[in-house]
């Protein structure tokens, strides 16, 4: 039996194509490796409570067509994610605002909170931000850089942030109002009845085969599409010839406990390096749960090696040459299209994800 397309990934990107092409009558093959669809965004349900896991996934955007896109599969509730931050002994609000400086100097206004910013780095002379370091002193001054980004980012990326970009700390708002939102964006959410029902709706009439290994599927079938969407990772796909491209990997400690509320929100941060993991992630708080007992999940990050998930790629200067050299690679390579977060080698969100795929679906179908 031949497909129009064999979609290697039952992430994010590999079911928004389907879903699309299959309304356009294309017939589609969606394989996985993994035992379920939904790739990471993929939740489990335990007793009511759906567990992330791997890894939390809220919702945002500020694309409406992405936002009514999404909601086509699933109506969102109203979580506005607010982590909290725990340094030593002492208890921040995040992202970086208002509550966050007054907690952290004692002071009310925000104009002493710039204040106290432009004295702790005036010796800098930090005029454009060429790394995370830079960007992040530049924006909260030393305290919050010691305190609450320093040692988290060292255990999230394994690097010193001297030596990672600046973008990945702009992606979080630093702001001079009363905001714990995390987000800036418009839209946000969870969606009821969790994200694994979304993947569901996207490739019901699809066929999807699971446990199922690419390059052994096309090995004895090699032409059982005209095209392939390629959602794994690129530098795997080419068998690693120009080299190995680099990401980080995460592990999940999941706990039940038999106590309703173990924390008290959703997203707790521990930022010194002493505690070996980043974050405690208790799952019910996405959707308000109140159930009588509770699931946390510890999260400790690692260089990803063969054999472990990889999660985020590491877009410093090195890898980003490299994947360039690879982009060339998969130009020549007929009827393949690389896509998602490990084919495009970018630390997406769900919003750009699909609307990637919506991209390529606009220039492929
Ligand atoms: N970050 C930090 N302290 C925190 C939370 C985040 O320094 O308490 C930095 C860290 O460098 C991280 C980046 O901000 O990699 C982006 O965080 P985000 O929460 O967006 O990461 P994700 O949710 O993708 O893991």
């Known amino acids: 039996m031949k497909y129009d397309y064999l979609i290697v990934g039952a992430g994010l990107f590999g079911s928004v194509f389907a879903y699309e092409a299959n309304k356009r009558g294309k017939k589609c093959l969606v394989i996985d490796k993994r035992d379920h669809i939904g790739g990471n965004v993929y939740c489990e349900d335990v007793d009511g409570i759906n567990v992330h896991k791997y ?4 919702f945002h955007t500020s694309n409406k067509e992405i936002w009514n896109y999404i909601n086509q599969f699933a109506e969102f509730n109203n979580y506005i994610n607010s982590p909290v931050a725990v340094y030593k002994d002492e208890l921040y609000n995040l992202p970086f605002n208002m509550n966050t400086f007054s907690k952290m100097w004692g002071i009310k206004t925000p104009s002493e909170a710039k204040d106290i910013i432009a004295q702790q ?3 800098l002379n930090i005029t454009n931000p060429e790394n995370l370091e830079e960007q992040a002193l530049s924006l909260a ?8 980004i320093k040692g988290y980012t060292e255990k999230q990326w394994g690097r010193p942030c001297t030596e990672l970009p600046a973008f990945i700390i702009k992606r979080l708002p630093f702001r001079f109002i009363y905001d714990n939102n995390y987000f800036n ?4 959410g969870i969606p009821i009845g969790g994200y694994t029902r979304i993947a569901e709706k996207m490739l019901d009439g699809v066929d999807v085969k699971l446990n199922m290994d690419y390059f052994e599927l096309i090995k004895g079938n090699p032409e059982i599409a005209d095209k392939i ?3 794994g990772m690129i530098d795997e796909y080419f068998e690693y010839k120009l080299g190995a491209l680099e990401y980080r990997s995460v592990r999940f400690e999941t706990e039940r406990i038999e106590e309703e509320n173990f924390q008290g929100n959703a997203v707790v941060n521990y930022t010194d390096r002493e505690v070996p993991f980043t974050r405690i992630i208790e799952h019910k708080h996405f959707e308000f ?3 009588d007992f509770t699931i946390i999940s510890r999260e400790y990050s690692s260089e990803w090696k063969p054999g472990i998930e990889p999660y985020y790629p590491v877009n410093d200067d090195k890898n980003s040459a490299l994947f360039a050299k690879y982009q060339e690679l998969a130009e020549k390579e007929e009827n393949v299209i690389f896509g998602g977060r490990l084919g495009a080698y970018k630390y997406y969100d769900m919003d750009k994800v699909i609307e990637a795929a919506l991209g390529l679906v606009n220039e492929e179908l």
């Open 141 to 148: 001054g030393k305290d919050v850089y010691e305190k609450l």
């Open 289 to 291: 749960g109140k159930q």
């Open 185 to 188: 964006d418009r839209y946000q």
């Open 229 to 231: 969407i390629y959602t």
């Open 55 to 58: 890894g939390a996934h809220i």
């Open 121 to 123: 780095i005036a010796d």
